[in-house]
């Protein structure tokens, strides 16, 4: 059986960048929309050209250099807000409008003051506009999450007859389980006419830390395409990590999944965003976190020494990242200590490891890592080698 492509949709340079005290420049914006593009995502959304004159531009420039992916702004269903992003997108080799409205009751009632079939109406007013432009048209059902499945079954089927190539369900304020999450897509693939039309998106924020598992469970009852950030940034608790999605799809074969991701390049680019937003990466982040692929207590060490497979699941070059750690803190055992002594120069005997490492005990206790200029210092004070 072959497997099932799911198209990468990310959208660091949008909902990413939604992080407040984030806000990236133009040029700033350019070098990560190539990197994605080498990573291989099949969508990059730039930005929301209507926002600002510096998104607008941003658009502009990505649509000019990006070779691969389809380049995508966002919009809300608002002819102007559609008219400029066509605008923003007309460089683009293969551009793609990304419109929508909110849909839960909470929407409709305060912040639209509007009712279903109003709704409704809007939503296909803004696909057959956004249609007038490009071929390829996204809708989100904004606070899709926490819209009843019928009336969501509804918008999707009026706006599918509007146009629309792909349909996005956000999980806007990250409040499904992913059980609930899962039931909706399939809901949605067995009860909407025309469905096989149009690809369902998944879109989830990590409000409840759930964004990586309900998107893998949408993609799992039918959906096509994840919409994520690299890193999980985004507003609030952020959004799906791309590389936790990519990488789960990688390590679970049996669900016969495949991506266009360059894999090796995850760790590069998760620095990259990093660096630029000045968001500084949790140690314990799965995949590109510093402390991801090291070891620091004895019985995990010796494990690891004897074969990486006993404590990774992941080969650490598969994702970037040069090898694993072996740290030296007061709970590491022999095995890293010789392991790490041996790195610097020292081969040392079972019975000079014994010696060695009452020393190191002493001197671990009294730091939080023990480094390699420490390993020689201790060896030093222990007078084996002159
Ligand atoms: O979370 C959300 O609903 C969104 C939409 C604007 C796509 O980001
Ligand atoms: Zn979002």
Redesign the pocket.
């Known amino acids: 059986m072959s497997n099932t492509q799911i198209q990468i949709f990310d959208?660091t340079l949008?909902?990413g960048e939604q992080v407040p005290g984030c806000k990236l420049n133009t040029p700033q914006k350019i070098i990560i929309a190539k990197q994605l593009d080498l990573l291989g995502v099949d969508v990059i959304e730039a930005g929301f050209p209507v926002s600002s004159p510096g998104d607008f531009k941003s658009v502009e420039e990505i649509s000019k250099i990006v070779k691969n992916a389809t380049v995508c702004g966002?919009t809300r269903s608002v002819e102007n807000d559609i008219k400029v992003a066509a605008d923003a997108l007309k460089h683009a080799k293969r551009p793609r409008i990304?419109t929508?409205i909110g849909t839960s009751d909470s929407h409709i009632i305060h912040k639209f003051k509007s009712n279903k079939d109003a709704i409704i109406e809007r939503a296909v007013r803004a696909v057959s506009y956004a249609k007038s432009f490009v071929e390829d048209v996204e809708f989100?059902a904004?606070?899709?999450g926490r819209t009843d499945n019928e009336y969501l079954a509804r918008v999707c089927e009026a706006v599918i007859k509007a146009g629309a190539t792909v349909l996005?369900i956000?999980?806007?304020t990250g409040y499904c389980l992913p059980h609930e999450y899962g039931a909706k897509i399939k809901y949605l693939k067995e009860n909407v006419k025309g469905i096989d039309k149009a690809i369902i998106s998944c879109?989830c924020?990590n409000d409840l830390g759930l964004a990586t598992a309900n998107s893998i469970e949408g993609i799992i009852n039918g959906a096509r395409q994840i919409?994520c950030t690299i890193n999980g940034i985004g507003?609030r608790a952020g959004?799906t990590a791309l590389e936790e999605v990519v990488m789960i799809m990688k390590q679970h074969p049996y669900l016969n999944l495949d991506t266009n991701i360059n894999t090796q390049m995850l760790y590069g680019i998760s620095q990259l965003v990093s660096e630029s937003m000045g968001i500084y990466t949790q140690p314990n982040k799965a995949i590109v976190g510093a402390n991801a692929f090291a070891h620091s207590s004895g019985i995990h060490q010796d494990g690891v020494i004897k074969n990486r497979e006993t404590y990774e699941i992941i080969d650490p070059k598969d994702v970037g990242v040069t090898e694993s750690a072996i740290l030296l803190t007061a709970r590491s055992g022999r095995a890293a200590l010789a392991y790490r002594a041996k790195n610097v120069g020292y081969e040392l005997t079972k019975l000079e490891l014994d010696v060695v490492y009452a020393e190191f005990l002493n001197f671990a206790d009294t730091k939080k890592e023990v480094i390699d200029s420490d390993i020689h210092e201790i060896i030093k004070t222990t007078k084996i080698y002159n």
């Open positions: 959208t949008r909902d966002l990304h929508g989100y904004e606070d899709a996005n956000p999980d806007t879109h924020h919409e507003e959004n």
